[in-house]
Nanobody
Framework: QVQLVESGGGLVQAGGSLRLSCAAS????????MGWYRQAPGKQRELVAL???????NYADSVKGRFTISRDNAKNTVYLQMNSLKPEDTAVYYC????????????WGQGTQVTVSS
């Protein structure tokens, strides 16, 4: 059974920084793309950042230049460094990964709250 466990959320003032982590565990053969999504109250879940197994990255326009996604393949972990945070970054942040066990499917973490005060 595969699990994604997130950590690092919290309350921060505008302009501050947070680092989110997401570790995958279980009977994993291979992890393909990993990403971070977020969902603010009353809004749809949206992609924040994505990183492929080869290290290529993609960001939402709203976070470009402020957020950095990275991964440690040896630890099956993906990170999201968030700098210059804004109140509009407030949301529940979810980790997602395409993981191959016997088959490849998408897994989600439980979510971690990020609150940015003005």
């Amino acid at each position: 059974q595969v699990q994604l466990v997130e950590s690092g959320g919290g309350l921060v003032q505008a302009g501050g920084s947070l680092r989110l982590s997401c570790a995958a565990s279980g009977s994993i053969f291979r992890i393909n793309a990993m990403g971070w999504y977020r969902q603010a109250p009353g809004k749809q879940r949206e992609l924040v950042a994505l990183i492929t197994s080869g290290g290529s990255t993609n960001y939402a326009d709203s976070v470009k230049g402020r957020f950095t996604i990275s991964r440690d393949n040896a630890k099956n972990t993906v990170y999201l460094q968030m700098n210059s945070l804004k109140p509009e970054d407030t949301a529940v942040y979810y980790c997602n990964a395409a993981i191959m066990t016997l088959i490849t499917r998408s897994y989600w973490g439980q979510g971690t709250q990020v609150t940015v005060s003005s």
